[in-house]
T-cell receptor
Framework: GAGVSQSPSNKVTEKGKDVELRCDPI?????LYWYRQSLGQGLEFLIY????????KSGLPSDRFSAERTGGSVSTLTIQRTQQEDSAVYLC??????????????FGEGSRLTVL | AQSVTQLGSHVSVSEGALVLLRCNYS??????LFWYVQYPNQGLQLLLK??????LVKGINGFEAEFKKSETSFHLTKPSAHMSDAAEYFC??????????????FGKGTKLSVKP
């Protein structure tokens, strides 16, 4: 498709389970970003990829969170042993290099995670 | 380090009235500033941006913002609100502390309601 695609759009899981969230960026975009959007908290940066490498992982909140990107395209955000505080909308964005300078980040519609 | 403060988590205006959404930033380097809009159940999309040059920038849907260095502000305005403007608006600054790799730091958002 033409836009950033995220799946699943909605995920309900039980506390302690692992979840995987997928992001398919716009073709040709080398940069990929994960953000977490919690009610009243705005967007919290999680991790940034340039190609397959992650120069900035500083936003990952704990070692339960990890992300990878393969083939310079699809990225997966994995949350292990989910906790209720992980409930949020996880947004993925992609851009050409230097997207953060031009502001030309293209966002997906997000994956809403609910941990019971 | 950069930061963004949006005054007012919720703003309500009447249709046809002026829209003013406030954003103040903190940056130790010349900032690149952005406004994004998020309609219900959608991803964020870029509304307008300031990088260099003219301090009054125009965006989509009749919105504009003015960069005021002396006030460290980048307020978003629209002369006449329309019902379709109801959405959440996020101010963002480019995070140059990460070596200009392209991350954005977002404010917590302002939800705009438009009354008929």
């Amino acid at each position: 498709g033409a836009g950033v695609s995220q799946s699943p759009s909605n995920k309900v899981t039980e506390k302690g389970k692992d979840v995987e969230l997928r992001c398919d960026p716009i073709s040709g975009h080398t940069a990929l970003y994960w953000y977490r959007q919690s009610l009243g908290q705005g967007l919290e940066f999680l991790i940034y990829f340039q190609g397959n490498s992650a120069p900035d992982k500083s936003g990952l909140p704990s070692d339960r969170f990890s992300a990878e990107r393969t083939g310079g395209s699809v990225s997966t955000l994995t949350i292990q042993r989910t906790q209720q505080e992980d409930s949020a909308v996880y947004l993925c964005a992609s851009s050409f290099p230097w997207g953060g300078l031009t502001g030309e980040l293209f966002f997906g519609e997000g994956s809403r995670l609910t941990v019971l | 380090a950069q930061s963004v403060t949006q005054l007012g988590s919720h703003v309500s205006v009447s249709e046809g009235a002026l829209v003013l959404l406030r954003c103040n930033y903190s940056s130790s380097v010349p900032p690149y500033l952005f406004w994004y809009v998020q309609y219900p159940n959608q991803g964020l999309q870029l509304l307008l941006k300031y990088t260099t040059g003219a301090t009054l920038v125009k965006g989509i849907n009749g919105f504009e913002a003015e960069f005021k260095k002396s006030e460290t502000s980048f307020h978003l305005t629209k002369p006449s609100a329309h019902m379709s403007d109801a959405a959440e608006y996020f101010c963002a600054v480019s995070d140059s502390s990460r070596g200009s790799q392209g991350n954005l730091i977002f404010g917590k958002g302002t939800k705009l309601s438009v009354k008929p």
